[in-house]
């Protein structure tokens, strides 16, 4: 008897725990959906990398067209930081491109191998974003956050836009989407 009581409360042990870690964690959405509007400032983004060739003006835009065309979240852009209720940064830590993907569809041989066969350019940009309240100046919400991004025939100036674009999506989908669970 003692041992299937402690088989039970090991399996609901294992099993709370797992449900624990699958949970969002310090998500912005249940803070934010209830209020009519939500006034933003999107603070000029800044490019850590050696090589500087990010589109930060283009990344900036993205956030902004991003954030108005969220529908659960009625979310208005504002001019000075003043006037908003909270101020997002954007820092990029890394930006690479690549002309051949690294291999790292690890899942069994036939994929390391058709991995190794298939050659595609790569890109990958890694940034920090921030979430401020725009009142107190307390930090909300701070995530590094990574975008990759494989395609045939994508040269370095074109896979720019295009991760910025996948970077953006992350970011709204890690601090504003509804948690699933």
């Known amino acids: ?18 449900n624990a870690e699958c949970r969002m964690k ?3 959405y249940n803070a934010l959906k209830n209020k009519d509007q ?12 050696a090589a500087r060739k990010m589109d930060l003006g283009e990344l900036r835009r993205e956030m902004e067209d991003a954030l ?36 790292d569809d690890v899942y069994g041989l036939e994929g390391v191998i058709l991995d190794a066969v298939m050659t595609y350019n790569y890109a990958r940009v890694q940034a920090v974003f921030s979430v401020i309240d725009g009142a107190s100046g ?17 040269d370095e100036e074109k896979s720019i836009p295009l991760v910025n674009e996948r970077i953006i999506k992350i970011f709204m989908r890690k601090c504003f989407s509804k948690s699933h669970g």
């Open 1 to 18: 008897m003692k041992k299937v009581l402690f088989a039970v409360f090991m399996i609901g042990a294992l099993l709370i725990s797992h």
């Open 26 to 28: 310090g998500n912005l």
């Open 38 to 49: 939500v006034k933003v400032f999107v603070h000029d983004t800044k490019d850590a990398t």
């Open 68 to 103: 108005t065309s969220r529908k659960s979240i009625n979310f208005k852009i504002v001019s000075q930081k003043e006037d908003a209720d909270i101020i997002i940064t954007c820092d990029v830590k890394e930006f690479v491109w690549m002309e051949e993907d690294p291999i």
């Open 138 to 154: 307390k930090v909300l919400w701070t995530r590094k956050l990574k975008a990759t991004l494989t395609q045939a025939e994508m």
